[in-house]
């Protein structure tokens, strides 16, 4: 199956500073690749997503790069606001429609 | 307006005595996702249905069963809970259309039922 590697577990940056968090798979067939942000106690959220077909994708502050060769992909978080900080999980969704998720990296942003 | 609904939000069981979570979701989808999520994790997929297919995850443990009666609902049974298996259970919903490949497949999460073993 798909093994999702998620760097790094926990990550602080000052507000307004950029965050930056990496993400590799393994399965070559994986073709569609979210990324989540989870409060505490609440359901993941999607906030952003990119298929195979595309090697990047942004929405306002956040944006996403995918590497196909490489097998890599990155969430970029600019100018970070306080109500950034939570866990923020990729993931992939593999041949077989089932989703596997990264490790989680808990984003901390300081006023 | 709610689109995948489970129930119960919190549920409390016995060690040993059997239990099932209940997922509906009003968004027609023909995908539905289980995953367990411990503290501190990532959700870990347990299985999922493809229209009427079931998919076990090679890993998941036997005493995880799932039943999905018709296209709304998906149950989870776990026939024995551990104080291992005391989780956040997430349900999840996607449509995946027949013969496209690389779509956009988004997941619709449920709120989860926080499962308690005493």
């Known amino acids: 199956g798909e093994n999702v590697e998620q760097h790094p577990s926990t990550l602080s940056v000052q507000e307004g500073d950029s965050a930056v968090i990496k993400c590799t798979y393994s399965?070559?067939?994986?073709?569609?690749f979210p990324w989540y942000k989870q409060e505490l106690g609440k359901r993941p959220q999607l906030i952003i997503d990119?298929?195979?077909?595309?090697g990047e994708k942004k929405d306002q502050r956040i944006a996403v790069t995918l590497n196909k060769t490489a097998k890599h992909f990155s969430l970029h978080i600019t100018e970070t606001q306080p109500e950034d900080s939570a866990v923020y999980f990729c993931?992939?969704?593999?041949?077989?429609?089932?989703?596997?998720f990264g490790t989680g990296t808990s984003l901390t942003v300081i006023p | 307006d709610a689109m995948v609904i489970q129930n119960p939000r919190y549920q409390v069981t016995q060690f040993g005595k059997p239990v099932t979570l209940s997922c509906s979701q009003t968004?027609?989808?023909?995908?539905m996702y289980w995953y367990q999520q411990k503290s501190s994790q990532a959700p870990k997929l347990l299985f999922h249905?493809?229209?009427?297919?079931?998919?076990n995850e090679a890993d998941t443990p036997d005493n995880f069963q799932s039943r999905r009666p018709n296209t709304s609902f998906c149950f989870l049974d776990i026939r024995s809970p551990g104080l291992g298996d005391a989780a956040m259970y997430l349900c999840?919903?996607?449509?995946?259309?027949?013969?496209?490949?690389?779509?956009?497949?988004?997941?619709?999460f449920g709120p989860g039922t926080r499962l308690t073993v005493t």
């Open positions: 999840a919903t996607s449509r995946v259309p027949q013969g496209v490949q690389g779509g956009r497949s988004e997941q619709y």
């Open positions: 399965d070559s067939a994986s073709n569609y």
């Open positions: 990119i298929r195979s077909n595309v």
């Open positions: 993931a992939a969704r593999g041949s077989g429609n089932q989703f596997y």
């Open positions: 968004l027609n989808h023909n995908v």
């Open positions: 249905y493809y229209d009427k297919d079931f998919n």
